[in-house]
């Protein structure tokens, strides 16, 4: 490659619904070389889905004394500056960290991503199929640790290292065979268009204050008093997550069973 760039990978702490992060690793790549690394688990705000910790084996308890998603991401935004980001399936870990960066009121790094299923399927035609463990195997690529953050980022970083060689051409060029500009903040969850009784919870989000939810339908409304984090749409339905102030937990709501928002003091 003829530039600096930062091969990444995420697992997450959910298999459906919004993303939560769970881990982050990275690896920057000069001439050739790995020259840094950045790895950390997390604690999400969510229970770990025993079905995530089947394919990457990390639970709860292993994250319990881990950073917050915000801390972990103020240290990667300081580390990754504006290097070229590189991910296997890039838009579901551009997707992760965007939800994580909206979550947290950061600003992303805004570096573009290359995506290395998109040129694998490019350059690597006859590979049995292009998953990253598929692609390590078929390419003999050192490595034996899949669904894990920086090992899986080791191994992105090689498979674009032999798509680059084979194609010849230059990190740009390899840009535009990705197709439309992926980046972080471009990735991340798109707000629903609110009704004017909804308006308040985008108030609600920025300034991280509390409100009473009248929530239901036609047969009957109850009181819900939240913390409004996120809101996003997903299969064209908009939904809310908060924290439910009841119990603590972070709870996902959908905004067409709302009916009425009321602020609320503290």
């Not at 490019?122 to 034996?144: F, I, M, S």
Request: charged share 30%.
């Amino acid at each position: 490659m003829d530039r600096t760039f930062i091969a990444l990978d995420t697992e997450t702490a959910t298999l459906g619904g919004a993303p939560h992060l769970l881990e982050l690793g990275a690896v920057r790549v000069e001439h050739g070389d790995a020259v840094d690394r950045f790895e950390s688990l997390v604690r999400p705000d969510v229970p770990v889905d025993p079905g995530a910790t089947e394919i990457h084996g990390i639970g709860t308890d292993d994250v319990r004394d881990s950073p917050p998603a915000a801390e972990v991401l103020e240290r990667f935004t300081a580390w990754a500056g504006e290097d070229l980001l590189v991910a296997h399936n890039a838009s579901f870990d551009a997707r992760v960290l965007g939800f994580e960066y909206r979550r947290a009121g950061l600003v992303p790094p805004p570096g573009p991503f290359l995506d290395t299923l998109k040129l694998a399927r490019r350059y690597l035609p006859d590979a049995p199929d292009h998953r990253l463990e598929t692609l390590c195997q078929w390419l003999d690529l050192d490595g034996d640790v899949h669904h894990r953050a920086l090992a899986d980022a080791v191994a992105c970083w090689q498979v674009l290292e032999e798509c680059a060689r084979r194609s010849g051409e230059s990190s740009t060029a390899l840009l535009t065979r990705c197709g439309a500009p992926l980046s972080i903040a471009s990735a991340g969850p798109r707000v629903p268009r609110l009704a004017p009784r909804l308006r308040p919870l985008e108030h609600a989000c920025d300034d991280r204050s509390r409100v009473t939810l009248a929530y239901g339908d036609d047969e009957g409304t109850f009181e819900l008093p939240v913390a409004p984090r996120l809101l996003f749409t997903m299969q064209d339905r908009g939904y809310l997550e908060a924290e439910c102030l009841k119990t603590g937990i972070l709870k996902t709501y959908r905004l067409d069973k709302v009916r009425r928002v009321v602020p609320r003091g503290g």
